[in-house]
């Protein structure tokens, strides 16, 4: 299993990327062959195809650490080919040398060993004179020129609708849980079933990073793309969305825990609890709502107005329940905060 993760993904890639790297090879392919006449020109394929990355701020990333490694790489080949003679041993030197030079120059992973293997391509394929040296690099830039405007001009990815889809989920699940414990704070419950109700508040957390990986990789597809202008908007308020719902995830497992460490039988007896369960049923309601209006999606909700709209008042628990019943006012007020904009 662990051989077959290593090689296979988890999900199949867009098809699209498929056929743009495609394309963009066979034009670096044929251009580069135009414009550099001589060997056939490997170095602008490769180029493209590595180019050509899931968004367009990645192919520039990705075009410069191309370049800046081959042109580095090139430059230490042909050095130490003029200083060395044409021996096989100088491509072993070659490639200890650029990783060296790599090193000292900081440059990234991806750089350095871009270094490290142009050097070694231009010493095993060829000639190493400065004339076929400047042509790999000319070649290089073609292709890696190339990938980009494929990437930009056929269909440039944007990725909003992978993050809607996972914050609608993330803010569905939050207010399902502040209902479930809700329910769970009216009526007396088994041990199991505190236990069963801990471990599905706790799933919250894994689903807030899976919402946050995405709502990146959103903004990454759209930055330098020509079509931001019309996802931009919706991403910002993706982002605004979740910039409130991460705090509530954590006051929501917090509640959660504090009902199960500290339950006892008499707790659903307490005015209190009953009026704290009633306002976290309001604020699964905003919750929902919030989601709604900014075009995340997520369930259906009743009113359309926000819910949870005044401070909740209350009267001294019994000395027995003042430390929950506490701890449960405290996190509901930060929920009411962060729902009014007020955090």
Known sequence: MRVTSAVRS???GSLLQVVKSAAAAIGAWLIAGWLVPGPLPVFAAIAALLVVQPSVNQSLAKALERSVGVVVGVVIA?????????????????VVVAMLVAWALRASPGTGNQVAISALLVLALGSSNPQYAFDRIIETLIGAL????????IVPPVLVAPAARDVRLLADELAASMERLAESLADPSSSAERLGLLLEARLLRPMKDVAEESLSAGEESLALNPRRSAHGDVLGELRALMTTLSPIVTQVIGMTRAYA???DDGLADEPTVVAIAEQ???????????????GGGGEPVGATVPALTSPLQVRPPAS???????????DLRRIRAELMGEA
């Open 146 to 153: 190339i990938g980009v405007i494929v990437n930009v001009l």
């Open 10 to 12: 988890a999900k199949r």
């Open 261 to 263: 460490d500290h339950y």
């Open 280 to 294: 976290l049923r309001r604020a699964a309601h905003d919750v929902r709502l919030a989601a709604r209006v900014t």
């Open 320 to 330: 027995a329940h003042w430390v929950l019943i506490g701890s449960l006012l405290e």
């Open 78 to 94: 042909v050095v130490l080919s003029l200083l060395l003679g044409p021996q096989s041993w100088v491509v072993l030197l070659a």
